[in-house]
């Protein structure tokens, strides 16, 4: 079973920068596209940010211009440079894998265990 693991999270004061990463565990023969999800505490997970396998990106309009989704696909690994953070970003980040091909099975999706994100004031 293919796992992803992700790192990076932390504390950090508001206005400060941190960069996820996130990454499997076995080799991925394609990967369709990725996304960074987060859920806060009382609320529901969101969509942060996507990026396809042609390397186009969407981003949540809470996130515009502060964060940036990039990926390797040498590498099968994907990070989330998130600057000028603020309170409201706290939150579990998870990774996630979509249209997942390896030389053993095919799997829509896989999801990472989540990285704790935590912005004071």
């Known amino acids: 079973q293919v796992q992803l693991v992700e790192s990076g999270g932390g504390l950090v004061q508001a206005g400060g920068s941190l960069r996820l990463s996130c990454a499997a565990s076995?080799?991925?023969?394609?990967?369709?596209?990725m996304g960074w999800y987060r859920e806060a505490p009382g609320n529901e997970r969101e969509l942060v940010a996507t990026v396809t396998s042609g390397g186009a990106t969407d981003y949540a309009d809470s996130v515009k211009g502060r964060f940036t989704v990039s990926r390797d696909n040498a590498k099968n690994t994907m990070s989330l440079q998130m600057n000028s953070l603020a309170p409201e970003d706290t939150a579990v980040y998870y990774c996630?894998?979509?249209?997942?091909?390896?030389?053993?099975?095919?799997?829509?999706?896989?999801w990472g265990q989540g990285t704790q994100v935590t912005v004071s004031s």
């Open positions: 076995e080799t991925i023969f394609r990967i369709n596209a």
């Open positions: 996630k894998f979509m249209g997942v091909r390896t030389s053993r099975r095919w799997m829509s999706e896989i």
